[in-house]
């Protein structure tokens, strides 16, 4: 027995003088000045860039630390570093390995940074250095079962990893867009290929504050993450979207969401969004004084490539809309429901520059459609719009007030169960009638009433048109030819149905019980019969045709 102890203790004393035989040769010869003398060649020959390193120091029983870390830019880009790094701590556990185990206690990243360029050719700036790898790739002979069996024996295990003060930045020369990431910490702990494990993330967005934290699974790809966000001045994102998409963009947003994902095909988003007072400028109209808040329920199916829209339930201004079901790549089937409420809080949606402007009134809708997304003649729509007192402002035209009615439709027809009916300027009028295949080749019946219409008011109407520069030079250079007919119009639809107005006049004539059928096809209105009685004496009797 005592042979054995003595025999073990031998082996032991001669295991302890290795390593520290092994210690103080790495001490001696891995010098820091040693250690950059070979790594930094070689580094820079693999990724094909020069790379700079400050100092950098190896323990064996601890691990590694490297100060004021970079890569250089490759030529072409408006930039000196590609990546850089202040500080990259790493720390190891020796024992563990001899149990064919890497564990790695710390790795710490203080101020990391990275800009990724897309130039105006639509070249990144990381290209040369996925290049260099893939012709080494190629080059490389395959590893053989024994080597991969081999390279798999270790398990690894993190217990934390830390990046501190990091920036990310990518911009895009051809779009003329920039998207920022900084004040950038992030910690994992526990980090296994197997099991989940926490993560945190703070940074500024383009400025916009943003936290995650929660759970991630890198085997089964599953994460529980809680996000928030906030935006104290939407302005700082006009830098995502390319010049003239949107412009003077103020206000300010928040929001929270619960997002679940398993795999790369499955995820789900519940959440609040909520924005006040925001303004901005379209390519098409301006927006003032907006206010949203909306609470979602989304599913993602990457197999099936659809969005579910569980529930999605959103107020603009106060002004309420439900909406689910679901969008596909070559179908969707959503509803809409509206219940009935005052149109008063949409009208501040409304600016100088609008040609229509809603006064108020009340809606109601309860809609459904469905059908291919990108084919509108394929659409279906069914429900009902119902209209109560709703007051209008139309640009250059009289107001139009008192408006009710209900439109019901039935896949592509639609059709007033209520007759629409209303004041323009001092004239009563009533429509009633239908509408076939309103989403290919309308075919339009419609019957109007107006108890009293005055030609000389409607005529005096003007409608200006916004001319461009090259309109402009156009009429100057056409001034002389203006006598000539205008084109024709070229309308995709046909109608017909009857007119009746009880008092038709212009000037001084007075027509009563005007009534005419109408009828437009191919472009072209004919008005027959037509028929009315003189206010003294006589009757109006033909046809027009336009």
Excluded at 18 to 40: D, E, H, N, W
Excluded at 157 to 183: C, M, N, P
Excluded at 419 to 437: A, C, D, E, Q, R
Aim: charged share 25%; with cysteine; net charge positive.
């Amino acid at each position: 027995m005592q042979k054995w102890i003595k025999r073990l203790t031998i082996v032991f004393v001669v295991f302890i003088v290795i390593l520290v035989g092994i210690y103080i040769f790495f001490s001696i010869y891995f010098t820091p000045q040693r250690l950059k003398a070979l790594v930094v060649p070689r580094l820079t020959a693999a990724l094909g860039r020069e790379v700079e390193i400050k100092e950098i120091h190896f323990n064996l029983f601890k691990g590694l630390e490297v100060k004021e870390f970079s890569v250089k830019e490759a030529t072409g880009f408006p930039i000196k570093q590609f990546i850089s790094c202040e500080k990259l701590i790493l720390r190891y556990r020796f024992w563990p390995l001899f149990r064919k185990k890497i564990e790695i206690g710390k790795l710490i990243l203080k101020s990391p940074q990275i800009e990724i360029i897309k130039n105006i050719q639509g070249r990144f700036n990381f290209e040369d250095i996925v290049s260099q790898f893939k012709k080494k790739k190629a080059l490389a002979p395959s590893p053989s079962k024994k080597d991969e069996k081999a390279g798999m024996a270790f398990a690894l295990f993190i217990s934390e990893v830390k990046v501190k003060d990091g920036t990310a930045v990518f911009r895009d020369l051809k779009q003329a867009t920039s998207i920022t990431l900084k004040k950038t910490d992030f910690v994992a702990r526990d980090i296994s290929l197997t099991h989940s494990f926490p993560i945190e993330l703070s940074c500024l967005l383009n400025e916009v504050s943003v936290t995650i934290e929660g759970k991630v699974n890198l085997a089964t790809l599953k994460t529980d993450l809680k996000t928030k966000a906030f935006a104290s001045d939407l302005s700082s994102l006009l830098p995502v979207l390319p010049p003239g998409k949107l412009n003077d963009l103020r206000g300010k947003a928040g929001l929270k969401v619960d997002l679940k994902t398993e795999g790369i095909n499955n995820a789900q988003a519940k959440g609040i969004l909520e924005a006040k007072n925001v303004s901005f400028i379209s390519q098409k109209r301006d927006y003032e004084n907006l206010n949203i808040d909306s609470k979602f329920d989304l599913l993602w199916n990457g197999s099936q490539q659809k969005v579910v829209l569980n529930k999605v339930h959103s107020l603009l201004n106060g002004f309420s809309l439900d909406t689910a079901g679901f969008i596909g790549k070559k179908e969707m089937k959503l509803k809409f429901d509206i219940p009935l409420q005052s149109l008063k809080p949409l009208i501040k949606l409304a600016t100088e520059t609008e040609t229509i402007k809603v006064k108020k009134g009340q809606i109601s809708a309860n809609l459904a459609v469905q059908g291919n997304p990108y084919q509108l003649t394929s659409l279906e729509l069914n429900g009902d719009v119902s209209l109560q007192d709703v007051s209008l402002k139309l640009k250059d035209m009289p107001s139009i007030s008192s408006v009710k009615g209900k439109l019901s439709f039935q896949k592509q027809d639609a059709i007033f169960t209520i007759p629409l009916s209303g004041k323009i300027g001092n004239t009563y009028f009533k429509l009633n009638g239908k509408v076939k295949h309103f989403f290919d080749k309308p075919i339009v019946t419609l019957d109007a009433e107006f108890n009293k219409l005055k030609l000389e008011e409607w005529l005096s109407l003007s409608f200006p048109k916004k001319l461009n520069t090259s309109e402009v030079v156009n009429n100057k250079n056409q001034s002389k030819k203006q006598d000539k007919e205008p084109a024709p119009l070229n309308l995709p639809f046909v109608a017909s149905g009857q007119i009746k107005i009880s008092d038709l006049s212009y000037k001084k004539i007075i027509v009563s019980k005007f009534t005419t059928t109408y009828n437009f096809k191919d472009n072209v209105l004919v008005l027959k019969p037509i028929y009315g009685q003189f206010q003294k004496g006589g009757t109006i009797k033909g046809k027009i045709k336009l």
